[in-house]
Structures are given as structure tokens and as C-alpha cells.
């Protein structure tokens, strides 16, 4: 079943309730299941992925079942004026209740994105949006062995509460990958020698630099269309506007566990405040004493930095995660919100997605403590640059 047009399912915790119960408590309902392959992996709450070929003429019924019109836009794909989905300027908005049916030959390849245009503040905000692939007609155009997709979403969730602001512009406080945050998304499982495409789509307020450890890799696909290889491009970290999608391309020949994550570092955050104040070289001795005289499990936090949250396990309100998570084989990983891992093997079978456990370093190949006296550094006091002398032959 699963196969090199697999696409990246995550696992969910905190973010997991955002559309599905965000909605039910309003007395809404999200959009209907669309027309899926076998193929393609889905998880709820995040909409489904439709894929389909290059080529393919394909009719979507779409039944509205929110309490007000709504309508699909195919967001990159190009199809007749009337097929656009902008409510009252394509056609009318679809009204509670009622069907309507998208009908349009996919000219191009590539990937896009589906979301509300009618009422989109509100419908978006409660994660109304999915990622639509479109395969090429020849099996063997930019033919990978592993294919991920990554749709970048955000909510702003207050702390014991269910339904989303849907009035926040910037200052969200849960940044989700497919609608989950970490530690709750499946990794990135990859055999070695695999050449991998990730797909990223980007729905959220905000850019997000995706940054991935351990490779360098090679932009090959937009929104637009697929980069020619003599204009493919490398990075090590892709940016992705509002709106957009980039996709990017590599062989895995690094084995391990290798870090990918947006690299706005509230975005690896979950359940963010942003009116903490700072208390980093505060003594709180006295203001502890007199806090657990009427709050007995009082902890003070926040003096040497923010780690100490990683480690601590205090109660919660419901639906809510802790700030920062996740525990790798060395300790808190001090994560969340858009980040997962990369996990290279050796011996993964091609239909096996499976998390393989944590990476075991080989001898020499970790990082250790020193407990010798420090060696002399070369050190520059001077403006000048100062080259290295070349090393001379003797003999």
C-alpha cells in the first residue's frame, strides 16, 4: 500500500482537537471527505491529501455542512474562471446544506493547496485547508524512492480552551506540521541511499525557514511548477513565503538522526506565552518562601534560562502541552511545535515507515566531555586578517 508517492502522516497530541472539537463545540462540521487514492496517507484533523495524475479530469462534490457558505479554492492549479472557488466572484458561495461540484482537467504536475475563499478568517483559522498532488503522467519524470508532505499550519489556542481566535493576525501560540506539534509527528524514516523529496506548503500568517541537519539538498519544485535541473538550487535551510510551496530533493547517504525544523525558534515552541517576563539572574529565594506559604508546590522557574521546563512535569490545563518536549536517547530534546527528525538506516524496506528507534552513535563520532587542561587557542588580536602559513616540504 505504502509507496514512493507515500505522503508524511504525523502523529498528534496537543494540536490534535483543534479542528475536529474546535468545530463540534461551535456545532460546525469541517469539509466533507474529498475523492482520495488508496495510496495517499491521511490523518485526521488535517484535510485530506487528493492526489491525482497528471492528465486527470476529476469532478469534486463538495457539501457544505457549516452553518454558512463556504467554498474550495484550488489554490496553483490552473482551471477555468468559474472553478476558481472565490466565493461571489467565481460563482456564488456554496450555501449550509448544499452541494457543489468542481470539475477541471489537471494540466501540470506538482504540488498545491485547497482552502476556504469565503469567510476565509474564520474557516481557515479552524484549519480548514488540505494539500492536493498532482503525479506526473510519466512515472519516471523526477522519480524519488521516499516522498514526503509537510502542510505548515498555526492556531492560537488559549491554554484550556478548545475553540481557536480566529481574530489573531501574527501571535499564534501553536505552530503544526499537518495539524500535529512535536513530539507528536512521525519522523522522517529514510533507507540509506534513498533519494527523498519533502513537499512544503505553507498556510499559515507567516513565513517559516524549513532547516534540515546533516544534508545539503536541492530545490526542485514550486507552487509553480518543477526547477529545471541546470536552475535547481542548494541549501541547507529553504524559506517558505506565505502562501507558497517548495519542495526539495536529496540522496540519503548520512546515516542518523538528523533535526528538521522551522528555524524561528518560538515556531519549535507549544502553548507559547508571549508575556513572560524574563528572570534570568533573579534571585527568587524570599519570593519562593512566600509563595509556597499559600501555594505549597510552588517552582520557581526561569532564572537560569528556560531548560528547566523540559524536565519538569507539572499539571496542566486540558488541552494543553507542555512548552517545550520530547525526549531523544540523551536527555530533553526541549522541542516542540514544527520539528521532527530525519532517521537515515540502512535495511529500511521500501514499504517500511515505521519509527526504527533512536540512531547509536559508532565510537568517536560523538561529541564527549573534556576534563584535561585546556590547550592553547590560536587566537587573532590584531584587525589584520592573518593567513595560515602553507606547510613546507622538507627533504
Not at 282 to 311: C, E, H, I, N, W
Amino acid at each position: 500500500m505504502m509507496n514512493r508517492r507515500q505522503l508524511l502522516g504525523a502523529g498528534a497530541a496537543g494540536a490534535t482537537l483543534v479542528s475536529s472539537k474546535a468545530w463540534g463545540q461551535t456545532m460546525n462540521m469541517g469539509l466533507p471527505e474529498a475523492a482520495v487514492m488508496d495510496s495517499a496517507l491521511t490523518q485526521s484533523p488535517t484535510r485530506p491529501t487528493i492526489e491525482a495524475v497528471e492528465g486527470d479530469r476529476v469532478r469534486i462534490y463538495v457539501t457544505n455542512r457549516l452553518p454558512e457558505h463556504t467554498t474550495v479554492h484550488w489554490h496553483g492549479l490552473i482551471l477555468p474562471s468559474g472553478m476558481d472557488g472565490v466565493g461571489g466572484l467565481s460563482h456564488p458561495g456554496i450555501p449550509p446544506g448544499k452541494t457543489f461540484v468542481y470539475e477541471f482537467d489537471l494540466t501540470k504536475s506538482g504540488t498545491f493547496m485547497y482552502h476556504p475563499h469565503g469567510d476565509e478568517m474564520v474557516q481557515m483559522a479552524m484549519g480548514m485547508m488540505g494539500m492536493f498532488v498532482v503525479h506526473p503522467k510519466d512515472p519516471d519524470f523526477m522519480r524519488v524512492d521516499r516522498d514526503f508532505l509537510i502542510m505548515l499550519n498555526a492556531f492560537d489556542i488559549d491554554p484550556g480552551t478548545y475553540i481557536p481566535r480566529i481574530m489573531t493576525m501574527t501571535d499564534f501560540n501553536l505552530w503544526t506540521w499537518n495539524s500535529r506539534i512535536f513530539p507528536d509527528i512521525d519522523p522522517l524514516v529514510v533507507n540509506q541511499g534513498d533519494k527523498v523529496r519533502v513537499r512544503v506548503g505553507n498556510l499559515t500568517m507567516t513565513n517559516h525557514p524549513i532547516h534540515m541537519h546533516g544534508y545539503d539538498f536541492k530545490v526542485t519544485c514550486t507552487d509553480g511548477g518543477w526547477v529545471p535541473e541546470s536552475a535547481q538550487w542548494p541549501e541547507v535551510s529553504i524559506d517558505i513565503p506565505v502562501g507558497a510551496m517548495r519542495a526539495y530533493e536529496f540522496v540519503a547517504d548520512n546515516l542518523g538522526d538528523w533535526a528538521i525544523h522551522c528555524h524561528k525558534s518560538h515556531h519549535t515552541m507549544n502553548a507559547m506565552g508571549h508575556d513572560v517576563p524574563t528572570f534570568i539572574g533573579v534571585d527568587k529565594k524570599q519570593l519562593t518562601q512566600k509563595m509556597r506559604s499559600f501555594q505549597p508546590d510552588y517552582m520557581p522557574m526561569g532564572t537560569a534560562g528556560m531548560g528547566d521546563m523540559a524536565k519538569m512535569s507539572m499539571p496542566l490545563p486540558d488541552n494543553t502541552i507542555p512548552m517545550m518536549n520530547g525526549w531523544g536517547p540523551h536527555g530533553p530534546i526541549e522541542m516542540g511545535g514544527m520539528f521532527s527528525v530525519v532517521k537515515v538506516r540502512d535495511g529500511i524496506d521500501a514499504d517500511d515507515y515505521s519509527d526504527p528507534g533512536w540512531y547509536e552513535n559508532p565510537p568517536g563520532e560523538q561529541a564527549y566531555e573534556w576534563t584535561g587542561e585546556l590547550p592553547e587557542f590560536a587566537s587573532n588580536n590584531s584587525p589584520k586578517t592573518i593567513l595560515t602559513p602553507k606547510p613546507t616540504q622538507k627533504g
